[in-house]
């Protein structure tokens, strides 16, 4: 089968850390080579944020990355890029008429836009995964979200009009059907996790505490860093690594990382919290597997790769209970789930983990299990097939490119 992977703004080829590259990287990227590997034909449509970017990357795992002129050929916050989203529809619908994908996966509420304007003219059926819901954004962020104005009856236009619904955590569909989507196109399928990449085994970064928490993400306020900062001081003979960020050359100036340091500072554990910035994939897995636990305490999350890749790392989690992390980690099982916003709780969770070095070893055992039972990229790809079954013309997906 032929598929177009939509996704405006997160590039499968970006570094990650930004601003703006996270998860939804990952996902893409991992989904469109799992479905290569099922012997799909994927390409992945996506804004080309510079001039110098080649038309089109053939990459290592199989699929395509085509880079859409829309805008100009710079990196723009992702909050910018709605007025290029007719030019982003129309560079697809023009893309696609002479090689017609058999279906259009549209990442993000604005490759939903782009998607349906190229989509419709050509009747090619559509899948949306939304990754983050601006009506959660607005709830927790108030005035400081910085999303478009139409975002949220925009979001709501596209959840309805799209063919297939595709969430990532059983929050999401909540949230949807309250906004009047039919419960009966949604799909909830998970992020998934490399585990060639992740695993149990090799090397550990080294360490300069006795006890290790690790973070890692994009450096925005809602990722809950601070969080994780502020318990800090109630954990004793205990470093926190915080990696992410933007790239070495803009990192100092950050707003973000000055704010987190000046709040070390401020704490009196600044010589304990360690901002390491952007750390490549490569490089991941070991850091994960020198953290006793690692921290995931953001205000809201669609869904979160980073504890799956602590799991299959077997290290326990802790995680604040929102969104897709309360499906991710099971409390008392594979970690522990606190509320938001509450370093003290944190921090109290915190102490009691590491004071039971067989609970540790317990949770992280449980969580490597986990993810090999549910999280792999293939067993992610098998799920998202049978969501796109649903749209396709009865028996196209089994005889249409697949093996």
Request: proline residues 7%; glycine residues 8%.
């Amino acid at each position: 089968m032929k598929i177009a992977m939509v996704s405006e703004h997160a590039s499968p080829l970006a570094a990650l850390g930004g601003a703006d590259a996270g998860g939804q990287n990952v996902h893409v990227a991992e989904l469109s080579a799992a479905l290569t590997r099922l012997g799909h034909d994927v390409t992945v449509y996506t804004r080309r944020d510079d001039k110098r970017a080649p038309a089109q990357v053939q990459t290592p795992a199989g699929y395509r990355v085509r880079h859409v002129p829309a805008g100009p050929p710079r990196v723009l916050p992702k909050d910018e890029l709605l007025p290029h989203m007719g030019e982003f529809g129309s560079r697809l619908r023009d893309d696609w008429v002479d090689a017609p994908p058999d279906l259009a996966h549209a990442h993000f509420w604005m490759s939903g836009l782009a998607t349906a304007l190229a989509a419709g003219e050509h009747g090619i059926p559509t899948v949306q995964t939304f990754h983050a819901l601006g009506v959660v954004k607005r709830r927790y962020q108030g005035k400081a979200d910085t999303s478009p104005a139409d975002r949220i009856r925009l979001e709501r236009m596209i959840g309805r009009q799209a063919g297939r619904i595709v969430a990532t955590c059983s929050e999401e569909v909540l949230e949807l059907a309250h906004q009047g989507v039919p419960r009966h196109r949604m799909s909830i399928v998970p992020c998934g996790v490399d585990l060639s990449r992740f695993d149990v085994d090799g090397p550990a970064a080294p360490r300069t505490a006795a006890r290790r928490l690790v973070a890692v993400g994009r450096l925005v306020p809602r990722k809950g860093f601070d969080l994780a900062i502020a318990a800090l001081p109630l954990v004793q003979n205990t470093e926190l690594v915080i990696a992410g960020g933007p790239d070495s050359d803009a990192f100092e100036a950050d707003p973000e990382v000055q704010r987190l340091r000046r709040l070390a500072e401020r704490l009196g554990v600044a010589d304990r919290v360690h901002l390491v910035g952007q750390v490549a994939r490569d490089d991941m897995p070991a850091l994960l597997r020198s953290a006793d636990a690692v921290v995931c305490t953001p205000w809201y999350e669609p869904f979160g790769i980073v504890p799956l890749e602590a799991m299959a790392c077997s290290v326990p989690v802790v995680a604040t209970a929102v969104g897709g992390l309360t499906d991710t980690v099971v409390d008392g099982v594979t970690g522990r789930l606190v509320p938001p916003r509450s370093p003290k709780k944190l921090a109290t969770c915190l102490r009691e983990l590491l004071a039971e070095p067989a609970e540790v070893e317990a949770f992280g055992a449980a969580g490597q299990e986990r993810v090999h039972a549910r999280y792999s990229w293939d067993r992610v790809a098998e799920e998202t097939l049978r969501a796109y079954q649903a749209v396709l013309p009865t028996g196209e997906l089994s005889h249409v490119g697949g093996r």
